[in-house]
C-alpha cells in the first residue's frame, strides 16, 4: 500500500483530503436515501435541478459516480489511518522505551517475516505464489466488509491492468483514469444492494440533521 510510504504529515494531509471528498459524495448519497422516491433523479430534482431531456441518465451517472469515490475514499481513509496508527504506535513505543520485544511487534519491518513466509514451503513457481497471494488477500477479506463482490474481482483488475495502463496516454490520467472507470463500473453493478435499506449507508443521519460538528469530523 502506498500510505505504508509516506511520512506521518503527508498520511494527515491525505486523511483530512479524502475526509472532505468523501463527505462530499456521501452528502449526495445520503440525500438520496431521504429523496421522497429513494431516486437519483428525485434526489437532483429536491435540490432544485429542474427537469430536463437526460436528467435521467446525469442523474443515475452522479449517483453511480458518487458511490464510487465514497467506495474509494472509504477504502482509502480506513488503510491511511490504520497505518497511521500503526506508524506513531511504533514511534511512541521508542520514545517512551518501551520493551525490546514491544517495539518488534510493532515495527512494520518484522511483519513479513513474523509469518515465516509458509507459502514457499508450496513448491510453486514465484509467480503462481504472488497470484495464489493475491486473490488469497482479496478473498479473507470478503469476510470483514461489506462489498465483497467489489473485493473478489479485483484480483482480476490487477491481472489484466499492466496490459490496459499502457494504452492510456497519460494525458487522460494514465493508471489514475483506469482505476477510477474500473472502480466506478465495479461499484455500479451492486451499488442498490449495497445502499438499500438497513446497508452500508443506514447508519448515517438524515441531512437534514447533520450539524457543523459533523460535516467538517472526519469521522463519520
Known amino acids: 500500500m502506498v500510505a505504508n510510504t509516506l511520512s506521518t504529515s503527508h498520511l494527515i494531509?491525505?486523511?483530512l483530503h479524502l475526509s472532505i471528498v468523501q463527505t462530499c459524495v456521501l452528502a449526495l448519497i445520503v440525500l438520496m436515501q431521504d429523496s421522497l422516491l429513494r431516486t437519483p433523479i428525485s434526489c437532483l430534482l429536491s435540490i432544485g435541478i429542474p427537469n430536463f431531456l437526460g436528467l435521467r441518465l446525469f442523474a443515475e451517472l452522479v449517483h453511480a459516480a458518487s458511490f464510487a469515490i465514497w467506495l474509494l475514499c472509504h477504502m482509502d481513509t480506513t488503510f491511511t489511518?490504520?497505518?497511521?496508527?500503526?506508524?506513531?504506535?511504533?514511534?511512541?513505543?521508542?520514545?517512551?522505551?518501551?520493551?525490546?520485544?514491544?517495539?518488534?511487534?510493532?515495527?512494520?519491518?518484522?511483519?513479513?517475516?513474523m509469518f515465516d513466509f509458509p507459502y514457499k514451503k508450496l513448491g510453486a513457481s514465484q509467480r503462481m505464489q504472488r497470484i495464489a497471494g493475491l486473490?488469497?488477500?482479496?478473498?479473507?477479506s470478503t469476510f470483514i466488509h461489506e462489498y465483497r463482490v467489489f473485493l473478489i474481482i479485483q484480483p482480476?483488475?490487477?491481472?489484466?491492468?499492466?496490459?490496459?495502463?499502457?494504452?492510456i496516454p497519460k494525458s487522460l490520467g494514465g493508471g489514475q483514469l483506469w482505476v477510477w472507470a474500473f472502480s466506478?463500473?465495479?461499484?455500479?453493478?451492486?451499488?442498490?444492494?449495497?445502499?438499500?435499506?438497513?446497508?452500508?449507508?443506514?447508519?448515517?443521519?438524515p441531512l437534514s440533521q447533520?450539524?457543523?460538528t459533523y460535516i467538517i469530523s472526519p469521522i463519520k
Open 13 to 15: 494531509l491525505r486523511y
Open 81 to 113: 489511518f490504520v497505518t497511521l496508527l500503526a506508524t506513531d504506535f511504533h514511534k511512541l513505543s521508542i520514545y517512551f522505551h518501551f520493551p525490546e520485544p514491544i517495539l518488534k511487534l510493532c515495527d512494520l519491518v518484522y511483519y513479513p517475516p
Open 135 to 140: 486473490f488469497g488477500i482479496f478473498a479473507a
Open 156 to 167: 482480476f483488475a490487477m491481472l489484466i491492468e499492466p496490459y490496459i495502463i499502457p494504452l
Open 184 to 205: 466506478s463500473l465495479a461499484s455500479y453493478l451492486f451499488r442498490v444492494q449495497c445502499l438499500a435499506e438497513d446497508q452500508m449507508v443506514a447508519h448515517f443521519p
Open 210 to 212: 447533520w450539524s457543523w
